[in-house]
């Protein structure tokens, strides 16, 4: 129990995960503690009495979860995994021919699959961008940490690209051009345009042509060149406009950042170095307007660290930022 | 993002148990927290078992993650949104609405107080019912709210601080009338 419980208000008692875990979730062990620390300071009685009641009222009645329902769900999951799991607890060794055997039989009957489905999926590493020209010419640069599958037996009806990460578009003329991604899907006939699509974030820079964008349960929004649209889960979606000739972006090294917090801008610089940034919640929160070069890390940690007062320290991988 | 988190690491190279393990580990919480979305618990339930498929699927290509709970709170939100919608067709996502069953065993005890209190905490909007729920029945940080939301940490901690402060006004005001009620009340009796 920390000394300054005394000096808190009822609010910060009632926030306190020990206590949450105590008087809301009747924690056995919790409450005990909670109890032994009430008796030892009688004077803090009224606030602890506040924030219990607080609590109380915060009580709600929750989905009862079933130990069969738990089995259900996770046989249901298990049947739907098409390919089962190669890696076993334990490998005896003796039997390793067994192992082999399994797994190229896995890989074959992976392949068989690939190649009857036609499933072409391309995936750029952590700190190297790649371009993928498809069928009909039409051209896909992935930035880092980015993967697009399409069906290739399919592609020349039906040009339908998924999209995990962030990638600029060139797309010739012909069909429908669709790219779908988890957070909102563009619809194209011939023209260039950049998708972000990661984590919570999703937005579409038009560049050439036109771009028609759907997100789910909104009506759908064309764009001209210059014109930028797109969300952060849980909020509205806003369209902004840039400078489709002038404007550098990541193709050309140049990384923008336009008001985001650090956590983002850290999370960019890990993708395309291929390392991993240490930094307090504090830090990861506070907003970044600037640009810096995708040459060396230090002179781009340099650029991003500098104006927020912070400095970093480079270990091989592994990046503290204070 | 701070140090990934050792499990979800685990899982990522591929170890079955490891996954297995987030699975057990999240389920309940995640179906009880589905379970304020929408009273759909089929669907919950598809949605549920599509997500573990995807991730293991897609394991290789995800990013890490401090908090795997977190990550995949975030993840049946998005889902459970974008199913919900799909068959509402509501504009805006502040009208998903956020549904809290308030369950006062031992907590007010008329049946005047508890309507001036249910009326009170249904002032709350659904986002602020979110951000407290999560807060105090999931157990997660205001920053993991936060990124589950999308909202920046500052304005959650606000507006979980507001709503906590409006809750205790009105319990103040509350119990006040209830004290003058009953003194009125006590009155001719005791003279």
């Known amino acids: 129990m920390k000394q300054e419980y005394i000096t808190y208000t009822p609010e910060q008692l009632m926030d306190v995960d020990s206590f949450i875990a105590a008087y809301l979730h009747r924690d056995e062990q919790f409450l005990q503690a909670w109890q032994n620390w009430e008796a030892a300071h009688p004077e803090c009685s009224p606030q602890v009495e506040e924030a219990r009641s607080l609590l109380r009222h915060l009580a709600v009645h929750e989905y009862r979860v079933s130990q069969q329902k738990r089995d259900k769900l996770w046989s249901n999951i298990q049947a739907n995994l098409q390919t089962k799991p190669v890696a076993k607890r334990r490998i005896i060794p003796t039997r390793w021919y067994a192992v082999a055997a399994a797994s190229l039989f896995i890989a074959a009957s ?12 391309i995936t750029s590493m952590a700190g190297t961008h790649l371009t993928h020209v498809l069928p009909d010419e039409s051209q896909i640069i992935l930035n880092a940490a980015s993967q697009i599958t399409y069906r290739k037996k399919q592609y020349r009806n039906k040009r339908d690209i998924h999209l995990d990460g962030e990638a600029f578009f060139e797309v010739t003329k012909g069909a429908p051009f669709i790219v779908e991604t988890d957070l909102g899907s563009i619809r194209v006939w011939g023209t260039s345009f950049n998708v972000f699509a990661r ?55 140049q990384i923008k950042v336009n008001d985001q917090p650090l956590r983002n801008v850290f999370a960019e610089i890990e993708r395309q170095y291929d390392v991993t940034i240490q930094f307090g919640e504090s830090t990861g929160a506070k907003r970044y307007t600037g640009f810096y070069q995708l040459n060396q890390l230090d002179s781009a940690l340099y650029h991003i660290c500098w104006p927020m007062q912070l400095e970093f320290q480079i270990n091989g991988k592994q990046i503290t930022v204070k | 993002m701070n ?164 809750l205790r006004t009105i319990l103040t005001i509350v119990f006040m009338i209830f004290l003058t009620g009953m003194s009125t009340n006590m009155r001719p009796d005791t003279l």
């Open chain 1, 199 to 253: 984590d919570s974030i999703f937005d579409v820079k038009c560049y050439t042509g036109k771009v028609e964008v759907r997100i789910p349960g909104e009506d759908a929004v064309m764009l001209t060149p210059g014109q930028q649209y797109g969300y952060v889960s849980g909020r509205t979606a806003a369209s902004h406009t840039f400078d489709p000739v002038r404007e550098e972006d990541w193709r050309s090294g």
């Open chain 2, 3 to 166: 140090v990934p988190h050792p499990l979800w690491l685990r899982f990522k190279q591929g170890d079955s148990d490891a996954f297995e393990q987030l699975y057990q580990e999240n389920l309940d919480g995640l179906l009880r927290y589905g379970h304020h979305f929408t009273p759909q618990t089929e669907l919950i339930e598809d949605v549920i078992q599509e997500l573990f498929v995807d991730l293991w699927q897609r394991k290789a290509n995800l990013g890490d993650t401090d908090s795997p709970r977190k990550y995949l709170c975030a993840s049946l939100r998005h889902r459970l949104y974008r199913t919900l919608k799909k068959n509402a067709k509501t504009a805006s996502e502040d009208e998903i609405p956020f549904d809290m069953s308030w369950d006062w065993e031992d907590a007010p005890s008329s049946e005047e107080r508890y309507a001036q209190v249910e009326s009170a905490l249904e002032q709350l909007s659904h986002r602020e019912k979110e951000a407290i729920y999560l807060r105090y029945h999931q157990g997660l940080s205001y920053e993991e709210i936060g990124d589950i939301m999308g909202v920046q940490y500052q304005s959650l901690r606000n507006q979980v601080h507001r709503a906590i402060q409006k």
């Open chain 1, 110 to 121: 992976l392949l068989l699959w690939l190649q009857v489905s036609g499933q072409s999926s």
